[in-house]
């Protein structure tokens, strides 16, 4: 297990240099020039531009650019954004309403999912079941954009109920919409994912041989159909906190959440390659550190899994 | 200001975007109705994008940073609501005989929000401070007819060096010598980059740029990056703007999307923009207050002497002129703009001093299809256009500009009957790298013009005289005409500002025929408020009237 672990962080090193080479390259191969477009449209003030590119290391190749980031980045030194701040502080700002608003969606997520899921299992064909279904594909096939601005202007706009936007210091009210509309997709597909692994597992033999020895059957559901419909939709859930993270983007612009989809929005639009890249890369250990944990916990689901 | 902006900005919501525009100029007096006792302590809340710089006036050059700073700093003069300059520092700006060295006097009593007084040097160390390359400031070309400007630039200069045209004779007196006569010199100063600064200022310019003293109808409370920036009602204020309310909390929006909403359900009080979702509607939201009126900004689209059909010989004078005929203005504004927008009678705008109505030639900017197929058969003998031509439009996609250009290579291609067709790029910064480059070789690209301080020079020498062209400005057409290059100097050395605005009109019957830019609607300043704000309304560049704000 030790040795699994030491080897899965280790893999972790390249996957971290490989990303963020590959961002710098895209942020540096998009077209325009980020000095020239601070002007706006007002002439150039080409000895100043200069000096401002020398600052950034704009002048530089895309290599040597690359190599300094990666050196400053090894002593935690980010730089500044082109607003003069440091990036380390722009992101330290960023993530904390981000992990909260992701923290809040899964949660969401991931009781409703299953807890529907279950629900539409165990009562295949019945009405509930189709009422579930009927949601959830509903669900799964109107984008976010969707359904982020028909639930603002019913609940924040007409009726009053929820803050229409998250505002500057959101608390768990504030973000309560964002959250859910964020996880409502995740959702529908935890929905599906539940229920046809249940209606799966429960015409299995081990169900059967269990119920045959006599178990009750809420211990049958719980310890045994459960269990094992569970694998999947906690994969799912792994790989769905990173896609959180980043995919708030859209949820962010709606309800003018200030964290890191927007910040990664306006930096790339910027050109601020240091600022894409930190950010990138951050989302990235995420990713990895989440789909490690979700490795370790089939362990725990699923006691024939062993890592060495 | 730059080009351009305004749309981007409020349509598009693509906030990077609001680099663009850069404010300037001051508060006006407004004539607010705000009662007497409720609400002069009360706080308002306005929609305002996250500054993109720090907050020193010489390094902001968009809406962002341009609105907070302008209503921090106090100028030598600021401007009333119709654009009309008033003595604010100042006591008197006289010129000599030829507008080449002007002398400033400034009032007694002036003092930093940090209880140092304000005094010549307030102004001559700042300005100098901002030319200096070494200080890297986007806005140090403003500051380049001042004498001595040219060796701020040099590579090695001392930190401390002073633009050599700036003289102070005592405290509260000093000279400014300019490279080259300026009438209009009096009115620049409102800008936000000319205002003073405390001496402290030069200590620390870091944290100057995070919590800046200041010197105007409000100071700096705190700013919280991406959330909100705070100002509060400066009791010492010695100037001339009226302040209704207890302080402006500038929130930090990337979406005016979502701003909209916020004013709808009264979260928010003044979102000083109105996005495309809600063009069609706003002014019928009965769960906000709109504005809807004329503004400073004009849009057009740049036809450049370098593109091939439309040199400056006759032929491309007669193409020029053909196409902004075949351009059906009115339904386009009434169709596509939903009426934001105002029929289009110049190159300037009509929230500005100097604006006329009926100059003569400006019938080229209306639609008159019969006259713009003869001018184009005409311009077709000297050298036939062909199928294989078309006649594209650049502009950039990430504004919402695509509705309008389709609509305008419509109406061309219907009474020209020829190919016309919008030319998108994704994003302005590509848009103007090309610009820059003078990549559109064969096809006219979008501008538009927001001014810097309330003058037609402000468009006009800015975007169509030979010394702002080939990349020394922003005549990116590379538009010359020796004819009009004399009347921007003649206008330059004019006594007085009507006499000034006199010869700027003259100078606008010249661009009537050469068109190196075809104008196509003046954009309106428009915006919403919440119900139980008082005073909302909008100065001659586009912002909410802040100071008048009060509910």
Same mark, same amino acid.
């Given at each position: ?48 531009? /200069? ?50 608003? /992701? ?195 089939? /362990? ?9 | ?8 900005? %409020? ?114 160390? %700042? ?31 001392? =930190? ?24 209009? *010199? ?28 200041? !010197? ?174 078309? *006649? ?29 067709? =919008?030319?998108?790029? &994704? ?9 820059? =480059? ?38 990116? =057409?590379?538009?010359?005409? &020796? ?28 661009? *009537?025929?050469?068109?190196?830019? !075809? ?33």
């Amino acid at each position: 297990m030790g040795k699994y672990l030491l080897r899965r962080i280790l893999q972790m090193i390249p996957v971290v240099l490989g990303t963020t080479l590959l961002i710098y390259a895209l942020v540096f191969a998009l077209p325009g020039d980020p000095v020239a477009a601070m002007f706006g449209d007002k002439p150039v003030n080409q000895a100043v531009a /200069a000096q401002i590119r020398s600052e950034y290391n704009l002048d530089k190749p895309f290599i040597v650019q690359y190599v300094l980031f990666l050196k400053n980045a090894l002593t935690l030194n980010f730089g500044n954004t082109f607003a003069g701040q440091p990036v380390v502080s722009v992101i330290g700002r960023a993530f904390p309403v981000t992990v909260k608003l /992701a923290l809040m969606a899964f949660v969401f997520e991931g009781v409703f999912g299953v807890i529907f899921g279950i629900i539409g299992g165990l009562t295949k064909g019945k009405w509930s079941d189709n009422v579930i279904l009927v949601l959830s594909l509903l669900l799964i096939s109107v984008p976010t954009f969707v359904t982020g601005f028909i639930l603002q202007y019913l609940f924040g706009v007409k009726w009053h109920v929820l803050p229409a936007t998250a505002g500057a210091n959101p608390g768990f009210m504030d973000l309560l919409m964002p959250a859910v509309v964020l996880g409502s997709v995740s959702m529908a597909s935890i929905i599906r994912l539940t229920r046809t692994e249940i209606t799966s597992n429960i015409s299995e033999d081990y169900v059967r041989t269990a119920r045959a020895k006599g178990m009750s059957n809420r211990q049958v559901i719980l310890r045994h159909v459960l269990r094992n419909s569970l694998i999947p939709v906690v994969t799912y859930l792994g790989a769905d906190i990173g896609g959180l993270m980043g995919g708030a983007m859209i949820t962010e612009r709606i309800f003018n959440i200030q964290g890191v989809g927007n910040t990664l929005f306006q930096a790339i639009l910027r050109g601020e390659g240091t600022l894409v890249v930190s950010i990138v890369t951050i989302l990235v250990m995420i990713f990895v550190i989440c789909s490690l944990v979700v490795d370790m916990l089939y /362990a725990v689901l699923d006691p024939r899994i062993r890592y060495a | 200001m730059k080009k351009q902006s305004v749309l981007t900005i %409020a349509a598009a919501g693509v906030c990077s975007m609001s680099l663009l525009l850069s404010a300037c100029g001051g508060s006006g007096d407004s004539a607010g109705s705000a009662d007497a006792k409720g609400g002069s302590d009360t706080m308002v809340s306005v929609f305002n994008p996250e500054p993109a710089n720090p907050l020193i006036p010489s390094m902001t050059n968009e809406v962002g940073g341009g609105n907070p700073i302008d209503i921090l700093f106090s100028k030598l003069v600021r401007f009333d609501s119709k654009g009309k300059p008033r003595n604010e520092i100042a006591k008197e700006i006289k010129a000599n005989a030829d507008n080449t060295q002007y002398t400033v006097t400034i009032k007694d009593g002036w003092k930093f929000s940090d209880g140092t007084p304000v005094t010549s040097q307030s102004f001559t160390k %700042a300005w100098s401070w901002a030319s200096n390359v070494n200080n890297k400031q986007l806005g140090s070309g403003f500051f380049s007819n001042i004498k001595g400007y040219g060796d701020l630039q040099k590579e090695g200069v001392a =930190g401390d060096a002073q633009l050599a045209g700036l003289k102070v004779v005592d405290d509260k007196t000093f000279t400014v010598d300019l490279s080259e006569p300026s009438s209009t *010199f009096p009115i620049q100063v409102g800008y936000t980059a000319f205002a003073p600064l405390p001496e402290s200022f030069y200590k620390d310019t870091k944290a100057f740029g995070q919590k800046p003293v200041t !010197v105007g109808p409000y100071k700096f409370k705190s700013w919280e990056h991406n959330k909100a920036l705070t100002l509060v009602k400066d009791t010492n204020y010695k100037g001339g703007v009226v302040v209704k309310n207890g302080g402006v909390e500038f929130r930090a929006y990337t979406d005016p999307t979502a701003a909209y909403r916020d004013v709808q359900s009264g979260h928010l009080d003044v979102l000083d923009t109105v996005p495309t979702s809600a063009r069609k509607t706003f002014q019928s939201d009965s769960s906000v207050q709109a504005i809807n009126e004329p503004g400073s900004v004009i849009q057009m689209f740049t036809i450049p002497t370098y593109m091939k059909h439309f040199g400056e010989d006759q032929e491309g004078k007669l193409r020029r002129r053909a196409i902004s005929m075949a351009i059906d203005r009115d339904l386009i504004i009434k169709k596509v703009l939903s009426g934001t927008g105002v029929e289009v009678h110049d190159f300037t705008s009509p929230a500005i001093p100097g604006y006329a109505k009926n100059l003569p030639g400006s019938d080229v900017l209306k639609y008159n299809p019969k006259k713009a197929k003869e001018l184009w058969a005409e311009a077709d003998k000297i050298s036939p256009w062909t199928q294989a031509d078309t *006649f594209k439009m650049a502009y950039n996609a990430d504004g919402s500009h695509k509705e309008t250009y389709d609509a305008v290579a419509n109406s061309i291609k219907n009474t020209l009957n020829i190919n016309a067709a =919008g030319n998108p790029l &994704p994003t302005f910064n590509e848009f103007r790298s090309n610009v820059q =480059g003078r990549k559109f070789t064969d096809s006219a690209f979008r501008s538009g013009w927001q001014p810097d301080y309330p003058s037609p020079e402000s468009y006009l020498k800015s975007n169509f005289d030979s010394s702002a062209a080939d990349g020394n400005g922003s005549n990116d =057409g590379d538009y010359k005409n &020796p004819e009009f290059d004399q009347l921007m100097v003649k206008a330059a050395s004019a006594k007085s500002l009507d006499e000034a605005n006199k010869i700027y009109q003259q100078s606008e019957e010249i661009l *009537f025929k050469d068109l190196p830019a !075809v104008p196509l609607y003046y954009m309106n300043s428009n915006g919403v408020a919440g119900k139980d704000v008082k005073g909302f309304s909008f100065t001659w560049k586009n912002t909410p009237d802040y100071a008048s704000l009060s509910k």
